[in-house]
């Protein structure tokens, strides 16, 4: 018999970096408001204390901040012909588990967005025409714009305490020989903190890109250059490159998550209510369908609860919000048949290529466990359309960088082509490589196909009972194409620093997606933004079409993979959504578009 | 941790060396080939040049494991020898103490497969591209990999794992890597690529968890470990100079 709570005025689902900036946003409002966390609390302490925390094996080998997938995975097959199967262990993706979420073990990496990708069927349309669009690629806008997102872009940049070189701030060129980038879009301030230092690497990546003719700029980054407080009061240190950022909390308070950004104002508000270890099954509807009453969760003790809320927020990661909207009967489930429906269409991840260059001793040591998650060297000249694409001949971009983020040694030891892979000749070849190479990246964009989608899978179950996501999803002629182009762009660069030796791992003519090696936590899609309900879950404003109290919050709102990483313009599109729901939908709760 | 251990100190290593344990001859030959060295010290741990390495490697042998058997340990402790020899280049996984952090972990939740999605029905024979889809956990990946690789070492090679010469191991191994015919339970790939990644953990992980003793792992390659402070370095092409340091705040 399920237990019912007292009414709240908003429910949030989860509670990483979207949850989190919707219950401050709300709360401000004067809202009552709860987050229901399906993982344990965690934050920097005791999650991410000096000198536990620098401890390979038990955070990124054994995975301590990452999902438990012996509770909930997600099934995976490459066409629609196929049987999925569970994704038994944590490979091609790292989503996060407990307070902060995927928030607290990112790196820190903190991109706006290109403004063309935010109309991306649009702009490609009037600059190459409808056909240069493969039938099958189902890109769409944004239905926002760059110009409109700015102010959201900037507030959360201030949240973040994000260090970087603006280009133009207003108009006014400040960035040019500074380290700024030439095909960022205008500023209405700088960044919150200037540029971190660079690495030995990425300065060797930015000399190679310029002495070839690329334009390097100094990449955003949510890990502070200097102490820092932010809008909310929360104090940050200064990162000290100690290279534990991706899969860590920082113990440095250098690195933006929700635990040090926004849950210490959080909690000073007695408004706000956080529930740990509450999975929720539902998101309650009333009898006709039209709203939300509330959600069911099971608490930690296995107790079902009923909590009635006004508004429900789901801010779970991007996979997770398509299927509890599956689970939950709101938006009608995507077909690929008839390309019809709309929950689990254009699902798309991002299309990665890496190029080792190994030097010898003499020329350079490049420190690798040195460095911060989001601290680096990149260039845009091959990212969103800022190349002609006509002779091309693919949809999307990569930009193309060095972000030494702490290579630690059981997963970072590399070694050059044609090395044996265990015995002396490996234990010899990483002892040299390790501290005399450097990993660039193309971090590219990922269109979205028919044939890529998320629905429930028929066999397989969670810990809960309830049917788990499928994901059918493989690699389209258009990602091989841009995969292979981007690969010699940036061997251009690889080749001007004058290594020894490289490595280069990308995709090839029949590449399938590989679960089994890391890629990128960059899912997207699967209950997407639009201004059409036919092709749409969730309005311009992240409102459902269908259920007008249902807002639905995170990189699952983009219709496509961007070229950058994504978490800058799930912020911006979080403190968006928030600020029409505390203008416009709470004095008049209702569709705040028509359908 | 043993504080009051002085590296430096000659009657220390002596006393190490007095109560290791004998070992049987079969198992010398796993010790990266090490005879020589084993005849004249009565350690099948070889002499390590430096001070400060002696007496903390001299433990990797007074381990007793818990989980696998006195069998199964010769055949992890000589695997691993081969994986990472004992060369010029210095201490392998054998003497960093991989065999005991191998061991440990089987009592950790990863080895019982604890955050890994386990429901059923399993498709062994899916594309590799879908990711590991067997029914068994960690440790039943050990116990059954090792009795397989001696059953198939046994009936290519004419004797179990541990009692071949370390080139035949080599042979066996590499077999194991591609994948062996005839390899009983389970794919020869999937056993050898949890050893070899345990392996690598063992050798390259804080010695907190029981291997990487002496750090000579990272000292191998040149990671300082928790040092945690790179604010006067990050810029400097040039090599750190400061050894590792442990979690325990052990100095390498």
Redesign the interface.
């Given at each position: 018999m399920a237990k019912t709570l007292p009414k709240k005025d908003v429910v949030v689902l989860g509670f990483g970096w979207t949850g989190a900036i919707i219950a401050k946003e709300l709360t401000e409002a004067g809202l009552d408001v709860v987050a229901l966390e399906r993982g344990p609390m965690q934050d920097t302490n005791p999650d991410g204390i000096?000198?536990?925390t620098?401890?390979?094996?038990t955070y990124n080998?054994?995975?301590k901040l990452f999902a438990?997938?012996?509770r909930?995975?997600v099934t995976?097959?490459?066409t629609a012909r196929d049987?999925a199967?569970?994704?038994?262990?944590l490979?091609a993706f790292l989503p996060g588990n407990g307070v902060g979420g995927a928030g607290l073990h990112w790196s820190g990496v903190h991109f706006r967005v290109d403004p063309m990708e935010l109309r991306m069927r649009s702009h490609y349309e009037e600059r190459y025409g409808r056909k240069f669009i493969p039938e099958d690629m189902t890109i769409q806008d944004f239905g926002v714009t760059y110009d409109e997102l700015e102010p959201y872009f900037d507030f959360a940049e201030k949240v973040f305490g994000t260090s970087g070189t603006a280009w133009t701030v207003k108009g006014r060129n400040v960035g040019a020989g500074q380290g700024g980038n030439p095909f960022a879009p205008d500023r209405s301030h700088p960044f919150p903190l200037p540029a971190q230092?660079?690495?030995?690497s990425a300065?060797l990546f930015g000399q190679a890109a310029e002495a070839v003719g690329y334009h390097p700029y100094n990449m955003p980054s949510a890990n502070t250059s200097g102490p820092y407080t932010n809008p909310y009061g929360a104090q940050m240190g200064?990162c000290?490159?100690?290279?534990f950022c991706s899969g860590y909390a920082c113990?440095m308070y250098s690195k933006a998550s929700p635990n040090v950004n926004i849950l210490p104002a959080l909690r000073m508000d007695p408004r706000f209510e956080l529930r740990t270890q509450c999975q929720v099954t539902r998101i309650n509807l009333a009898a006709d369908g039209k709203t939300a009453t509330g959600v069911t969760y099971v608490d930690a003790a296995g107790q079902e609860t009923i909590q009635p809320a006004d508004i429900v927020a789901v801010c779970m990661f991007q996979f997770n919000n398509a299927r509890m909207l599956l689970l939950s009967g709101i938006g009608k489930p995507y077909d690929p048949e008839t390309n019809t429906g709309v929950v689990g269409r254009n699902f798309a991840y991002q299309n990665m290529a890496t190029i080792k260059v190994f030097f010898d001793k003499s020329q350079?040591?490049?420190?690798p466990?040195?460095?911060a998650g989001g601290n680096g060297i990149a260039v845009d000249d091959f990212n969103a359309d800022n190349f002609d694409h006509g002779p091309a001949g693919f949809v999307g971009g990569s930009p193309f960088w060095v972000n030494q983020a702490g290579t630690?040694?059981?997963s970072g030891?590399t070694a050059p082509p044609g090395t044996p892979?265990?015995?002396?000749g490996?234990?010899?070849a990483?002892?040299e490589a390790?501290?005399h190479h450097v990993s660039m990246d193309a971090h590219g964009a990922h269109q979205s196909y028919r044939a890529n989608y998320l629905s429930l899978d028929p066999?397989?179950?969670d810990a809960y009972g309830n049917p788990l996501l499928r994901m059918t999803f493989d690699w389209q002629p258009n990602d091989i194409r841009m995969n292979l182009f981007m690969q010699d762009k940036m061997s251009a660069i690889a080749k001007a620093m004058g290594g020894k030796a490289m490595s280069l791992s990308g995709k090839k003519d029949g590449s399938?997606?590989?679960?089994?090696s890391y890629q990128t936590t960059h899912l997207n899609g699967g209950a997407i933004m639009g201004s059409d309900p036919r092709t749409s879950v969730v309005n311009r404003y992240l409102q459902s079409w269908d259920v007008h109290n249902v807002f639905v919050l995170g990189a699952s709102a983009f219709p496509q993979g961007l070229g950058y990483n994504p978490t800058g313009l799930v912020a911006a599109l979080a403190y968006w959504s928030a600020r029409a729901i505390r203008d416009q939908y709470l004095k008049q709760p209702g569709a705040l578009l028509k359908a | 941790m043993i504080q009051n251990e002085k590296p430096g100190n000659p009657a220390r290593r002596a006393f190490f060396r007095k109560s290791l344990p004998i070992v049987p001859v079969t198992a010398l030959a796993a010790a990266g080939g090490a005879t020589a060295l084993v005849a004249s010290s009565g350690n099948h741990l070889p002499e390590v040049p430096g001070p400060a390495v002696n007496t903390s490697l001299a433990r990797a042998a007074d381990y007793h494991p818990s989980y696998f058997s006195a069998d199964e340990y010769r055949f992890v402790q000589a695997a691993v020898a081969?994986?990472?020899?004992q060369?010029e280049?210095g201490p392998?996984a054998l003497e960093a103490g991989v065999p005991e952090f191998i061991d440990r972990q089987m009592n950790?939740p990863?080895a019982s497969?604890?955050?890994?999605?386990?429901?059923g029905?399993f498709?062994p024979s899916?594309?590799?591209?879908?990711?590991?889809?067997l029914k068994l956990n960690v440790r039943e990946i050990y116990r059954l990999g090792i009795s397989a690789a001696n059953q198939w070492c046994s009936r290519n090679l004419g004797k179990a794992f541990a009692d071949l010469p370390p080139e035949q191991q080599?042979k066996a191994?590499a077999a194991m890597?591609h994948g062996a015919d005839g390899f009983e339970n389970l794919p020869s790939r999937t056993f050898f690529s949890m050893l070899?990644g345990n392996t690598?953990?063992g050798f390259?992980?804080?010695p907190?968890?029981g291997g990487n003793k002496d750090m000579v792992?990272?000292k191998?390659?040149?990671?300082?470990?928790?040092?945690?402070?790179?604010?006067d370095?990050?810029?400097?092409?040039?090599?750190?100079p400061q050894p590792p340091v442990s979690?325990e705040?052990q100095r390498g």
């Open positions: 000096y000198p536990q620098m401890d390979e094996l080998s054994r995975r438990d997938l012996s909930e995975t995976i097959r490459h049987t199967l569970p994704n038994r262990q490979g230092m660079n690495s030995v300065r200064p000290n490159f100690c290279g113990y350079h040591t490049t420190n466990f040195m460095g630690k040694p059981i030891t892979s265990w015995g002396s490996w234990k010899k990483v002892a390790y501290t066999t397989y179950k399938r997606f590989d679960t089994n | 081969r994986l990472i020899p060369d280049l392998g950790t990863y497969g604890a955050n890994w999605y386990m429901q029905p498709e899916a594309p590799p591209e879908l990711g590991y889809q080599d191994l890597e070899w690598r953990e390259f992980s804080d907190i968890h792992g990272w191998l390659i040149g990671f300082p470990g928790a040092r945690a402070d790179f604010m370095w990050i810029e400097r092409d040039e090599a750190y979690i705040g």
